[in-house]
């Protein structure tokens, strides 16, 4: 038996994720206090506004990720096919904090939402031991991760939209 995704296991991104996610659990109550402003924020139920919390944070990371990966990840990837492992694995981290920091701080979210954010959390793990130049299905994965960060405009308009119509 091979040893060889525990000995290329990318430990520094499994840090890196447990970092996100206490930078995430620290950001969630100065989010809800910013948002207490809202009148229609503060009439709804404890659970909701944490989800709307959530939201709103997971947007801004996937706005991170979506731009800011183009030009060390996603250029080197389309013109010389070079995958830089150390920064795919951090921005698999980046986009799963906020789904792991979701089953801790949001209690009774939907099923569909807590399997999406325990199946991202799964993968997330494995990436961490995939060599993305040389494994095709990682790339795929990766694509698949990107354009779905490109969604977080969605996340942020339906949850502004729900407090403040």
């Not at 840090?15 to 709804?44: H, S, W």
């Not at 991760?145 to 996340?155: E, F, I, R």
Request: charged share 15%; with cysteine.
């Amino acid at each position: 038996m091979s040893l060889t995704i525990i000995e290329n296991y990318d430990y520094p991104a499994l840090i890196a994720l447990f970092g996100m996610c206490k930078t995430i659990q620290y950001t969630y109550p100065k989010v809800d206090k910013y948002l207490q402003r809202i009148e229609k924020y503060n009439k709804l139920p404890l659970e909701r506004r944490r989800y709307i919390v959530k939201n709103i944070i997971k947007s801004f990371f996937l706005l991170t990720l979506s731009y800011g990966m183009f030009q060390p990840v996603i250029w080197p990837a389309i013109r010389y096919n070079q995958w830089n492992n150390r920064l795919i694995h951090f921005a698999g981290a980046l986009y799963t904090s906020n789904d792991v920091m979701g089953l801790v701080m949001v209690k009774n979210l939907p099923y569909s939402t807590k399997m999406h954010h325990m199946i991202t959390t799964v993968l997330c793990l494995t990436c961490f031991g995939i060599d993305f130049q040389t494994s095709h299905l990682g790339k795929l994965m990766f694509v698949y991760t990107l354009s779905s960060s490109h969604a977080y405009l969605v996340n942020f308009y339906f949850d502004i939209t729900s407090i403040y119509n």
